[in-house]
């Protein structure tokens, strides 16, 4: 059985609906950042500051490939793990990567009072322009979060049946 690897812009609803899945079929969840931060005693925005995006996207590619040793799994990503070719490879060895594509007009609509990102929109939009094709490439399957999250844990578990 492949991992289900979510991958998409930040607030597009990888963490809530890969953890509602995990509830759904029998595979445990994993948010890459928490993972990240859990075995780092850190918080990301700290590792940030201090030393800089270069160093987390080290540790970010170190902890997929741990996390990609899982079996059974998904893995909600951080926004930017599309960014490194090398952790998408990491990530297909054994796993199916599933693009959530919620649009920016939603993922702004939300009260995001802990993720400043989420509240320019503007930075939201570069970050998606840059990205999108990206996210697009390497995705396996695409699906649009633009319904209610618990339709869209049907969706995917659909499109998933025989491709696991
Ligand atoms: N289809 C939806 N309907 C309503 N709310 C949604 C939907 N999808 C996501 N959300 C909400 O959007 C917010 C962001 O979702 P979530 O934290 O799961 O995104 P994420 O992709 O994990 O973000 P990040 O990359 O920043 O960790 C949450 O409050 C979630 O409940
Ligand atoms: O979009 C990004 O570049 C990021 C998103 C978060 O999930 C974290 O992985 C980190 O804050 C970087
Ligand atoms: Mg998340």
């Known amino acids: 059985m492949k991992n289900i690897v979510l991958i998409g812009m930040p607030g597009c609803g990888k963490s809530t609906i890969g953890y509602r899945m995990s509830q759904k079929i029998n595979y445990s969840f994993f948010d890459a950042d928490k993972y990240l931060e859990e075995k780092e005693n850190r918080i990301i925005s700290d590792i940030f500051s201090k030393e800089g995006e270069e160093y987390f996207r080290k540790l970010e590619t170190k902890?997929?490939?741990?996390l990609s040793?899982?079996?059974?799994i998904i893995i909600s990503t951080?926004?930017?793990?599309?960014k490194k070719k090398e952790n998408i490879d990491i990530l297909k060895q054994?796993?199916?990567?599933?693009f959530l594509n919620r649009t920016i007009e939603d993922i702004s609509k939300e009260n995001?009072?802990?993720r400043p990102?989420?509240?320019n929109v503007e930075n939201l939009w570069k970050l998606y322009d840059e990205r999108i094709n990206l996210y697009r490439k390497y995705a396996d399957i695409i699906i649009k979060n633009d319904d209610d999250m618990n339709v869209?844990?049907?969706r995917i578990i659909t499109t998933l049946k025989g491709k696991l």
Not at 69 to 72: L, R, S
Not at 94 to 98: K, L, T
């Open 94 to 98: 054994n796993g199916i990567i599933i």
């Open 112 to 114: 995001h009072e802990n």
């Open 78 to 82: 951080g926004g930017g793990a599309v």
């Open 152 to 154: 869209i844990v049907e």
């Open 63 to 66: 902890y997929l490939k741990d």
């Open 117 to 119: 990102l989420l509240q």
């Open 69 to 72: 040793k899982k079996e059974q």
